[in-house]
């Protein structure tokens, strides 16, 4: 049973508008929670990351969110632009030096033009 | 070089054969990490090298022998696979910390076909 869910495979969104990608975990002991962005024949990059303390880190024009009680953390992009088109994973670590991330199978997000 | 690479980008290879895949990371990190994503699955971590040390091995087959002789470089050594190996090899690097998170960077992959 996955511990880390990202339930939407895919995703689109017109160019200008807010993206917005979710993540579900079920193990409340995750401490830290990572997103990280894959293009095509690349390894994924790291984007953002979030600690349990907090319930909001802003990046330029990404966003995370985290709602403990639910368990639940999104990734908030906006603008959103043509190169922002990619795979999105969302990981979860069990300690804030994490080694051992779980990940998400991942979003497929298309921005179009 | 800069970043993480690895070696090589596709390979292919029967059930009977011995490959080896390499990882070169150039940002003086100090821990190393194999991860297998395989498809429609989450990445999957393998195993992780502290210091050239293996701290971590999540169940993986013999099949699969990591060699890390030094913080710069590891390998991931494939005998007597299973088609069901088929997949991408993820590599990455962080500097490993008691405080702070741990950024991984990644290396491209290698995607593997096991006939």
Same mark, same amino acid.
């Given at each position: 049973d996955q511990q880390v869910k990202q339930n939407s495979p895919s995703l689109s969104v017109q160019e200008g508008r807010i993206s917005i990608l979710n993540c579900d975990y079920t193990n409340s002991m995750f401490d830290y929670f990572l997103w990280y962005k894959k293009y095509p024949a690349e390894g994924p990059t790291f984007l953002i990351s979030i600690s349990s303390i907090k319930d909001k880190n802003e990046d330029g024009r990404f966003t995370v969110f985290l709602n403990k009680s639910a368990k639940h953390l999104s990734l908030h992009i906006v603008p959103s632009q043509p190169g922002d088109s990619a795979v999105y994973f969302c990981a979860a670590s069990l300690d804030n030096y994490g080694q051992n991330f779980v990940f998400g199978p991942g979003t497929r997000l298309s921005v179009l033009p | 070089e800069t970043g993480v690479t690895q070696t090589p980008r596709h390979l292919v290879m029967g059930m009977t054969n011995k490959k080896s895949l390499k990882c070169e990371q150039h940002l003086g990190h100090n821990a190393m990490y194999w991860y297998k994503q395989s498809a429609k699955k989450p990445l999957e971590l393998m195993f992780v090298y502290n210091f050239k040390e293996q701290?971590? @091995? @999540? &169940?993986?087959? &013999?099949r699969f022998s990591p060699e890390c002789p030094n913080s710069s470089h590891l390998f991931l050594h494939l005998h007597t696979l299973q088609p069901e190996d088929s997949a991408l090899y993820l590599c990455a690097s962080s500097q490993d910390r008691t405080v702070g998170y741990n950024e991984q960077f990644f290396g491209p992959g290698t995607r593997l076909t096991v006939l």
């Open positions: - | 701290t971590e @091995n @999540n &169940s993986v087959p &013999s």
